[in-house]
């Protein structure tokens, strides 16, 4: 289908949920939106812009939205984004947007400012060729009538990571929530259990994401290179990978990163 087809396609999805737009559930005071970029762990070049629910426009774009998809002027429209997304995967954007309202539903819309919802497509870059990248959208606000007025979305390029889209969607909480639901869309990818990390573990995925050395490492967390080293073949072991690129290719299917950033875990020596 069309691009611009497919943006009536999102609205329409969107509007057949009526209660994810405007209901009586009154919620905690949410983050802002500065709270959480800073809590985003960027992997690779990213940007981001709210959309306005009453009519679909932009806001608060980044500047380098332009340089990462070769635009002439910033979007002021979702249509202009979605312009930008390969039109095979056009179809997986809709179903995986329904299966998140569906499972924000099956959660509780009065829950909705609290959970994060992510997968991955292929968009259009300066080049002109297409790149994975990973889509992340939070709903940021209602209004005193309980309508939904505006939700953040962050696009990160991780074409240097993976060029395999498995189709996974998933629902996580952020602030007081520690939902994780997964959600598989693709029929030939066998179910995974994913693996237990401890503490310890968990904060050296987020350094090694960082493209952090063992010793640059063991000097922040006060621990030998030896013990990273350590960690780094545990950490490989239960994830089943071979190479730092392998591992967080998979940390990003997990979710795990993510669940470093947004439920705030706290690490202690």
């Given amino acids: 289908m069309e691009p611009k087809k497919h943006h009536h396609l999102l609205a329409d999805l969107w509007e057949s949920y009526p209660d994810a737009l405007s209901n009586n559930f009154q919620s905690e005071k949410p983050y802002g939106i500065v ?4 809590d985003i762990l960027a992997v690779g070049p990213y940007y981001h812009y709210v959309i306005n629910l009453a009519d679909y426009s932009l806001s608060q774009v980044s500047e380098n939205i332009t340089s990462i998809h070769g635009l002439a002027t910033q979007p002021t429209t979702i249509r202009e984004v979605i312009d930008q997304i390969h039109p095979e995967d056009l179809e997986f954007v809709l179903k995986a947007e329904e299966a ?25 870059v300066a080049k002109g060729d ?29 074409q240097h990571i993976t060029q395999s889209n498995n189709k996974i969607v998933l629902v996580t909480g952020i602030g007081s929530r520690d939902d994780y639901c997964q959600i598989d869309l693709s029929k030939q990818l066998p179910q995974f259990e994913i693996p237990k990390l401890s503490k310890r573990e968990m904060e050296i995925v987020s350094l090694v994401a960082k493209g952090n050395s063992s010793p640059q490492i063991a000097e922040k967390l006060f621990i030998s290179p030896d ?15 071979k190479s730092v690129g392998e591992f967080i290719c ?3 299917e997990w979710g ?9 875990i706290e690490f202690f020596i």
């Fill in 130 to 158: 297409y790149h994975l990248f990973h889509h992340q959208a939070i709903h940021l606000a209602k209004d005193d009538l309980g309508r939904l007025t505006s939700a953040l979305n962050i696009h990160t390029d991780v």
């Fill in 227 to 241: 013990t990273v080293r350590t960690h780094r073949k545990n950490l490989f072991r239960k994830t089943g990978t």
């Fill in 100 to 124: 998140t309202l569906v499972k924000m539903k099956e959660i509780g819309f009065e829950h909705q400012l609290f959970l994060k919802t992510s997968y991955c497509f292929r968009m259009r």
């Fill in 35 to 38: 709270n959480h970029l800073s």
């Fill in 250 to 252: 998979k940390c990003i």
């Fill in 256 to 264: 795990l990163l993510q669940l470093i950033c947004f439920f705030n």
